[in-house]
């Protein structure tokens, strides 16, 4: 005879029903709002904060906005006097070609939800509004709109401009699978760049005086450079990434131009300011350096997760290891704030075509925002 499954009651079934339909909802209308940036530049009078404001005012929050200009938006919805801060980045990467489903309209597919934002982050968010429409709790929310972008500043003038003090625990809901992550990479992008002389690919110039060989000179150097992070402990080292190189015009010029921007993973306990200087040693005086983002790992300090981790203890948060990616959550442990990440999804699918989040990922993050909540 076989074993009979354990079942749930009808009104565990129901209530679980009524949330995901909930979350679908609010997910759908998230993923219609286009909040790509970069290209586009937010405001806060675009579409998505209007209908936020109108929401989040109808569950009797108070809602303030900052626009900071350029697509930094800050948008912080409180009510009551709660002592956990959600935070989420509504913009998202841009669109690829190669979709097969909408980007900007939610497609259930085998237990799925495909779209742009859906996994990085808007699910988390659909998550949150899901919750102050179903529970009578104090909560506190903050949606930012420049964390895919470039010189993003929206959690650094809300740090500056806001008592964290009357809060115990930031959560920062970016793709874990549910884990409560309290451990990443910091992150650095910058950019170089290398002139030379203009001339005829014949003469000898082309050697020392080429703005491309320049470049490749130092990238020689930034590859050996990364080399000597890596170790038994840490085998990916720095992530040391060049992601662009323009220059040059044609096979019998010397190219008098080069641009290129590269990005470096530090690793957890390492400064990323050391790091940084580390790779352009030497070649200081041969470039015009920029770095756009110059941010800590997730704690700066290895012993600066003790907060984080007993309040994951707390509330039962299954806990995982630290991860390769960085968050903005490492922003606020800066400051002092103990931060963990802990969102649903799995980064993997996060800026890739048809990206997806698996529905039962929201539900569970729902109900483990809930239990920290209750």
Known sequence: MSQAMPMQSQSQLSSDAFISESIKKHLSYLIRQDTCNPPRDIKFNDPIFVGLEVFFKAQNFTVTMADFGEGHVAFYAVKGKPSVLFNVHLDTVPVTEG?????FALTENQGRYYGRGTCDIKGGA?????????IDQDMAVLFTTDEEGTHNCCIKHFIEGHDLSVYQQVI???????????????YVSAHGHFSGSSGHSSSIQAHEGNAVHQANQWLTHALQTAETQQSKINPTGACFNVGYIKGGEKNNMIAEDCQLGFSIRVPAGSSSALIYQSFIDGYEAQAQWHCSLLA????EQLSGNEQANSF?????????????????ASLFSQAGMPALVLGPGDIAQAHTVDEWV???QLLMCYRIYQGILS
């Open 312 to 328: 994951c203890q707390q509330h039962n948060l299954q806990q995982g290891e630290a991860v390769d990616f960085w968050t903005e």
């Open 99 to 103: 979709w097969q489903f909408d980007p």
């Open 296 to 299: 800590p790992a997730l704690p």
């Open 358 to 360: 698996a529905i039962d």
């Open 126 to 134: 659909a998550c949150l509004m899901a919750l102050a429409e179903s």
């Open 172 to 186: 920062v809901a970016e793709p874990t699978q549910c884990l409560a992550i309290t451990e990443h990479r910091g």
